[in-house]
Structure formats: C-alpha cells, structure tokens
T-cell receptor, first 109, second 112 residues
Framework: GQNIDQPTEMTATEGAIVQINCTYQTSGFNGLFWYQQHAGEAPTFLSYNVLDGLEEKGRFSSFLSRSKGYSYLLLKELQMKDSASYLCAVRDSNYQLIWGAGTKLIIKP | IAGITQAPTSQILAAGRRMTLRCTQDMRHNAMYWYRQDLGLGLRLIHYSNTAGTTGKGEVPDGYSVSRANTDDFPLTLASAVPSQTSVYFC???????????FGPGTRLTVL
C-alpha cells in the first residue's frame, strides 16, 4: 500500500528553527508537495520538490531525498503565525496525489 | 470572484436528504477536485475532473457524485446523506491534473 508518515504534532519556540519530517512509500514518485493549513482554513501551497536537494523560499525550505523516500520542511525564525498544520503530499507514478495526515505545529512565545 | 469559492459555508442536514455542494473557480484551471477532511485522517480525494466533460473517482467516491458541465463549476452531490458523511469538504483546482492545487474555503457539513 501507499503511505505517508509525518509526526502528528510538534512544539517549537518563537524565533527558533523547526524541521518537520515526511517519509513516504508510494508506487513510484513524481514530486512532493508541502502545504500549510491554519485551523479552520483551507490548505495553501508552500513548496514543490521533484529533484533531490534543498529548495529555499524565504524563511521556509524543503528538502528531498528520493533514494531514502524522505523530505523535510524547515521553518526558520519562527513566528506565532506559523502555528498551523503542515501537509506532505506525494504524486505517484500514476500522477495520483497521496496525502499525509499532517503535522500540527504549535509555536510558543 | 477571485480564485475558488464554495457554498454553503456550513450546513446541517437530516439523514436521507439530498444535498449539493457548489464550487466555482475563475482561474480557468483544467483540473478540479473534491476532498473531505476528517480529524486524524488528512485529505481524502472523493472525485476529480481532468477537464470539462470528464470526471474520475478518487479514494472515497461512494455516496457522492459530481459533474463538470463547464470549466468553472464542479458541484458535489450527496444523493442520500448519512451521518458518516459529516466532514469538512474542500474543493480545489489546478492548471493541470495533480499539479499545485488551490483550495476553496471549505464547507462544513453535519449530517444528523
């Protein structure tokens, strides 16, 4: 079966750095997405990785290792507004999108 | 309209009733999707459409139907609602199938 694993919940301190991991076992691989979802709101796109390595976008970076079936989202200089759920999704060989259950990130002052 | 809209925002429905959730996008995206989101389960795809006139089944299609008469609209119908269909429903669209998706604000549906 196809599976995406993410930690259910993480806590971090304002101003710090946090890394949210995502491991996947899918039928092939055609890209990995990260979305942010604030409580009671819709998911919004953060990043896309299809090749190994780090993609940086401001305070957010996303890393991919296809050989390890592994990605992480790195959030720097954490702000209170970063409190949200972070969803990992993988596009498989049939171009179907497989979603993880999400990681709830709690930021403390 | 800017982006993707859904209606209603929320609804309480008696079991056995028919209900249509509406979704409209103005980005001229080819692909559209319906998801349900339940606590601890993440997003699950109900139905999708690659382009106007075509639809496909997702992971959890039973009890739901869709149509795609034109590019902009993608309604989701529950023919006879059951309590297990209580959920938050998100509509989304993307330029091409399973590319970066843009989500609507969601419809919170409660079936009693």
């Amino acid at each position: 079966g196809q599976n995406i694993d993410q930690p259910t919940e993480m806590t971090a301190t304002e101003g710090a750095i946090v890394q949210i991991n995502c491991t996947y076992q899918t039928s092939g691989f055609n890209g990995l997405f990260w979305y942010q979802q604030h409580a009671g709101e819709a998911p919004t796109f953060l990043s896309y990785n299809v090749l190994d390595g780090l993609e940086e976008k401001g305070r957010f970076s996303s890393f991919l290792s296809r050989s390890k079936g592994y990605s992480y989202l790195l959030l720097k200089e954490l702000q209170m507004k970063d409190s949200a759920s972070y969803l990992c999704a993988v596009r498989d060989s049939n171009y179907q999108l497989i979603w993880g259950a999400g990681t709830k990130l709690i930021i403390k002052p | 309209i800017a982006g993707i809209t859904q209606a209603p925002t929320s609804q309480i429905l008696a079991a056995g009733r028919r209900m249509t959730l509406r979704c409209t996008q103005d980005m001229r995206h080819n692909a559209m999707y319906w998801y349900r989101q339940d606590l601890g389960l993440g997003l699950r795809l109900i139905h999708y459409s690659n382009t106007a006139g075509t639809t496909g089944k997702g992971e959890v299609p039973d009890g739901y139907s869709v149509s795609r008469a034109n590019t902009d609209d993608f309604p989701l119908t529950l023919a006879s609602a059951v309590p297990s269909q209580t959920s938050v429903y998100f509509c989304a669209s993307s330029a091409q199938l399973h590319n970066e998706q843009f989500f609507g604000p969601g419809t919170r549906l409660t079936v009693l």
